[in-house]
């Protein structure tokens, strides 16, 4: 099989950019509850929160209508479900097994949901 890369360019990552309409409180959700890492430039209005490889910005009253959906492959969605609910985090759908992955989903604050998902069983 040929390169499937025509343009030679190697794509380093992607992070999506979520809308959020009050900083704090997402910076409690994604920090203090989720465990991801807030950036040391950020502030009330942009910032990016990182768990180990996984990204996400966060963006005050801007860029975008809210209510986006991203796919987060993690280790062992089993694990963090149990996680996700010691800490109260409101479980949209607990880990249901697919064809593509074995998947959680959690909301947001701000309506954005978040599909977690490792290996389907």
Not at 14 to 40: H, K, T, W
Request: aromatic residues 10%; glycine residues 12%.
């Amino acid at each position: 099989m040929g390169d499937t890369n025509p343009a030679g360019v190697r794509f380093e990552g992607s992070q999506p950019i979520l809308r959020v309409e009050n900083m704090q409180a997402s910076l409690r959700f994604y920090v203090d509850v989720l465990g991801f890492e807030n950036a040391g430039w950020g502030n009330d209005d942009f910032t990016c929160v990182s768990r180990d490889r996984a990204g996400l910005y966060l963006c005050r009253g801007d860029q975008g209508r809210g209510g986006a959906w991203v796919w987060i492959g993690v280790e062992d969605v089993e694990r963090l479900h149990e996680e996700c609910k010691t800490r109260g985090v409101t479980i949209r759908l607990p880990p249901t097994n697919h064809p593509w992955a074995l998947e959680m989903q959690v909301e947001d604050p701000d309506g954005n949901v978040l599909r977690f998902g490792s290996e389907p069983k």
